[in-house]
């Protein structure tokens, strides 16, 4: 009985489950035509801008690369940002006139020990969208692993971890928590919990005290992984509320193993999931509760990774493949999925980065 109460409870957040099909043209009996790009490159995040167009895109080579890609017009830049550090998780301010980072060390040698060090002083740092104002943010240093903005661009929310597991383990890192950072106070506090994730994945601002998260398996559940997992359908998508201590339950449980969730400026909410008559597809939820679901290119064995939508909700971008060597979009309007062959990282011109004052 108290978990129905939760779940009532989150039914009214507007997260609706009982949601209603939406009627489109889309064939879902079939795979969509969608002509696979596996070039020899390594992605690990895309950001988009609020002018639909410029992508920004972490490139996990050398020490870790950020690049601007214009959808548009297909031209590339890199920013130059200085010193022996890599830039990861790279992500647009909800006015697209900032950027937020995550800075770590990148030591001369490659050790396990030399790298698990660097995991644990990664940084936040933000600059202006041109390369300017760049600066380390006062957060303290931990295992960060994403970041993400309030509406208002006064607070900073980040997953941090706490435990390094052992080489060989199946997840390296894991106990994971968010943090918030109040950029007026620099105050920085627990966002809610303890919950100790086992495993994470994407976090947004789904309102200015809320949080929409891709997790899994907060400790405390009093179930085995395999059975907690298989309870709520495989879903790896909760909401937190900030100063929220009850433990969370998986939302969008009646959609089979959702995950990887990402809102667009509406606050209709974009998922991965896998119904029994399609498999692998994306999923639209709107706020008034209808959704659309298409399923998703015959790729096999390349996974989806890192789904980004655009403000607009005009199109989704992906990470695709075994070493996320890829990058894809699945237009809205037009219903299809379209390859983005990206012009080589050597060819793009530089963007200079100029510290604050």
């Known amino acids: 009985m ?29 795979f969509p035509a969608f002509e696979i790009e596996v070039p020899h490159r390594e992605f690990e995040f895309i950001s988009i801008h609020p002018n639909d167009e410029d992508w920004l895109i972490t490139e996990a080579a050398g020490n870790g690369i950020l690049l601007l890609y214009n959808k548009k017009t297909r031209h590339l830049q890199r920013y130059s940002i200085p010193g022996n550090h890599q830039y990861i ?18 030591t001369a040698s490659r050790s396990m020990v030399d790298q ?50 052992n080489p060989g383990s199946k997840s390296l890192i894991t106990d994971f928590d968010i943090r ?25 601002y789904l309102n200015d005290s809320t949080l929409l998260i891709g ?27 900030r100063g929220q201590k009850e433990l969370p339950l998986p939302i969008f449980y009646k ?42 290119p015959d790729i096999k064995t390349q996974n989806l990774h890192r789904l980004a939508v655009s403000p607009k909700g005009q199109y989704v971008a992906f990470i695709y493949g075994n070493h996320r060597s890829a990058i894809g979009v699945f237009e809205l309007d037009r219903e299809a999925w379209l390859p983005i062959a990206l012009p080589p990282t050597n060819e793009a011109s530089l963007i200079t980065i100029k510290p604050a004052v």
């Open 255 to 296: 959609n089979k193993s959702a995950r990887s969730p990402v809102i667009d400026n509406q606050k209709n909410i974009y998922l991965i999931d896998y119904p029994d008559n399609t498999g692998r597809a994306l999923t639209r939820i709107s706020r008034d509760g209808n959704y659309s679901s298409w399923r998703a």
């Open 215 to 241: 997790a899994f398996a907060p400790k405390g559940i009093n179930l085995t992984i395999q059975e907690y997992a298989k309870k709520f359908n495989y879903s790896q998508i909760y909401q937190i509320h």
């Open 180 to 204: 918030e950072l109040d950029l007026t106070t620099k105050e920085e506090r627990l966002f809610a919990g303890p919950f100790e994730f086992f495993e994470i994945g994407s976090i947004s």
């Open 89 to 106: 998780f790279g992500t647009f301010s909800p006015s697209g006139r900032k950027i937020v980072m995550i800075r770590r060390w990148e």
């Open 2 to 30: 108290k978990i129905r109460k939760k779940l009532l409870k989150f039914f009214s957040a507007g997260l609706s489950l009982l949601a209603t099909q939406q009627a489109s043209s889309y064939d879902n009996s079939k």
């Open 116 to 165: 698990l060090q660097e995991l644990r002083n990664s940084e936040i740092a933000v600059m202006n969208k041109d390369g300017t104002g760049f600066r380390i943010l006062p957060a303290s240093k931990g295992i960060i692993i994403a970041v993400a903005m309030s509406s208002d661009e006064k607070k900073i929310a980040y997953w941090v971890a706490k435990t390094i597991r």
